[in-house]
């Protein structure tokens, strides 16, 4: 099954998961950041302000949301419905929003915004280890801190689609799938790449179907 209306929305994400290389992970290790605690970043005259999202920010989030919900879906979804694994960062330029990055699970984090942005964010991201989404153009900054822990990075096209616009062609015979399908799901992308999805539980594929997305463990 596949449609002829899905257009590219975005350049291209970076997708990798990484560590810290033994510099870094001293650096961390003596950073010590509190999510809590304002951190201003000078740039000549101007200033650049990395604060939590909160009830103070939210306005500003969801309107600076709003305006791209494909490119941001991952901050908008998780800020939503889970909330209480969630944090995010918010790089503030003359107090609009200049980047902002996501961090789910102390496993996961998303980052979009300005090199800039980008650059002081990635200052605050304190974890050993992580699976990690940013721009294309942000891909050295992250790799002057972090190294791969798989063979090779994956590069995401995102796509929009909106309901009603699709036309569905039918190549095959389909066959809608549920909860009780969880394992075969799992052991189907095991098999397909064992090194990127061989931690994928039947368990954590029936617990994404619940939440009405795909979020994989």
């Known amino acids: 099954m596949f449609t002829d209306k899905c257009a590219p929305h975005h350049p291209i994400i970076f997708d990798c998961r990484l560590e810290c290389s033994d510099f870094q992970r001293k650096m961390t290790a003596c ?40 490119h941001y879906y991952f901050f908008a979804f998780d800020w939503k419905h889970n909330r209480e694994k969630t944090k995010i960062l918010l790089a503030l330029e003359n107090e609009e929003i200049d980047g902002m990055m996501l961090v789910y699970d102390a496993r996961i984090a998303q980052l979009r915004g300005s ?17 990690l989404q940013s721009q294309e153009e942000h891909q050295q900054l992250v790799l002057k801190k ?39 799901i799992a052991a189907i992308m095991k098999d397909a790449d064992p090194e990127y999805w061989g931690n994928v539980t039947g368990q954590g594929i029936m617990e994404g179907m619940g939440r009405g997305a795909l979020g994989l463990e």
């Open 115 to 131: 090199s800039t942005a980008a650059e002081a964010l990635l200052q605050r991201l304190d974890l050993e280890n992580v699976e």
């Open 146 to 184: 972090y190294k791969p822990t798989l063979r090779q990075s994956h590069a995401m096209m995102l796509m929009l689609l909106r309901k009603g616009e699709e036309t569905v062609h039918m190549e095959h015979p389909t066959v809608p799938l549920d909860v009780s399908d969880s394992e075969k």
């Open 31 to 70: 950073q010590l950041y509190n999510w809590n605690d304002d951190i201003c970043f000078s740039r000549g005259d101007a200033g650049m302000k990395i604060v939590p999202l909160d009830t103070n920010f939210e306005v500003l989030f969801w309107k600076h949301v709003n305006q791209d919900i494909p």
